[in-house]
């Protein structure tokens, strides 16, 4: 079968012909319709994220090995299984959820295996979606999807399960001031999660008015473009100068977190998504005074993925999809994306010609 992997850091991805996985016991071969690209294969890509002091961690050293498959949100067709599977049959139209952990840590044991203490998510410890086939583990990460359209679907695995995650996180009552950092496809999506699940008062905030513009389209009450106001000044203007209730940062660098902590109201939640990298100056006091909350959030939880698929169905959420690119075509997916120029989701379509 072909795959698009990343043989060195940096280095253009290579389409190869690499050997087709055989699955046994409770595997599945899941034949591939549709892999989003995630900013997140980008930092993979390069090699690393940019920690607190500028330096790169590196995610050689958190495990990653290559020549690697990127690609953790796909959709497809169930194409040959092991003797053990027992739910699925070969033909059927899944899902595949990519973020597997040992079955044994504690976070494990909860059913958060997102946030395994040793991770062998797909697309990142294992060869993943930019491929003609993947292996998936068990038939228990299978979600079916019936007739839904693979491409729509396919990015619930990562931006729709970390944004459900992220708005879950932020849990805001009706009517309360919601912040949502950067429209791109997480950020459009939460404000379709966030309308749908709890009806927050929503403002987004971006530096490009495209984006705005699509963002209210979803859902969006208000949009601040922070490049031509004081995104603080507005935030304070809409609030009666208190501040909003809950931010989602899907940027989650300087920019983005210090004027994000001048925007937070009393008992207000900061919930931190995004992989920008870098790092801000926290003044101690005043989140004790203020008794206000960060979170980290990271992607989602397996039993969340049929939801997101019910969602879908029930048309409360439209993933938004950009632009469909060839598996030839996936490091120049990378490459658009890198630069800015997708809006909402990059889809690699293994099988168009
Ligand atoms: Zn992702
Ligand atoms: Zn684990």
Known sequence: MKAAQVIRPKKP?????????????????????????????????????????????????????FPLTLGHEIAGTVESMGGGVKNIKKGERVIVYPWIGDGVCPACRVGDEHICDNPRSLGIFRNGGYAEMVLVPDEKYLVK???LDANVVSSLACSGLTAYTAVKNANPSPKQNMIIIGAGGLGLMAIQLARALFNPNITVIDIEDQRIRQAKKLGADHGINSISVDAVKQIKDLTNNLGADCILDFVNSPKTVEPALNMLRKRGKLVLVGLFGGSVD???????????????????????????????????????ISKTFKLSQAHDALVQLKAG?????????????
Request: hydrophobic share 35%.
């Open 145 to 147: 999807i019936h007739d």
């Open 341 to 353: 120029k997708i809006i909402g989701r990059a889809i690699i379509n293994p099988k168009k010609k």
């Open 13 to 65: 991805l290579e389409v190869r012909t690499v050997k087709t996985p055989v699955p046994k016991e409770r595997q599945v071969l899941v034949e591939i319709e549709s892999a989003g690209v995630c900013h997140s294969d980008i930092h993979v890509w390069e090699g690393g994220y940019e920690g607190s002091k500028g330096e790169i961690m590196k995610v050689e050293e958190r495990g990653v090995k």
């Open 282 to 320: 926290l003044n101690l006091p005043l989140l004790p005074l203020r008794s206000q909350t960060i979170i980290g959030s990271y992607t989602g939880r397996l039993a969340d993925l049929p939801d997101l698929v019910d969602l879908v169905k029930r048309k409360a959420i439209n993933p938004v």
